[in-house]
């Protein structure tokens, strides 16, 4: 059973930092590659970042460009959402996913999906 379980959230002041990981139990890690989404209090859930199987390429939201980094440690299992200079705007649950097809932004092409974790940044 594949199960992605993310960490990391919490509450941070606006130009803080967080890190958040996901933890997938997936035989063949490294043949997915991996997204972060978030969802907004009222909003749809959205992308944020994109990362390819073996983690030399990777693609952003325009709204989180230049202040979040994705990256993957394939022997580990696990993917990164580093975010930097965050705003109240960011404030969201944040959801790791996986997919077999790499450089999409759509939702359904995500094959397994995590809890989520909260992230709330205060003004």
């Known amino acids: 059973q594949v199960q992605l379980v993310e960490s990391g959230g919490g509450l941070v002041q606006a130009g803080g930092s967080l890190r958040l990981s996901c933890a997938a139990s997936?035989?063949?890690?490294?043949?997915?590659?991996m997204g972060w989404f978030r969802q907004a209090p009222g909003k749809e859930r959205e992308f944020v970042a994109g990362i390819n199987r073996s983690g030399t390429s990777t693609y952003y939201a325009d709204s989180v460009k230049g202040r979040f980094t994705i990256s993957r440690d394939n022997a580990k299992n696990t993917v990164f959402l580093q975010m930097n200079s965050l705003k109240p705007e960011d404030t969201a649950v944040y959801y790791c996913?996986?997919?077999?097809?790499?450089?999409?932004?759509?939702?359904?092409?995500?094959?397994?999906w995590g809890q989520g974790t909260q992230v709330t940044v205060s003004s």
């Open positions: 996913a996986a997919s077999r097809v790499y450089g999409t932004s759509t939702q359904a092409v995500y094959d397994y």
């Open positions: 997936i035989r063949t890690f490294s043949s997915y590659a």
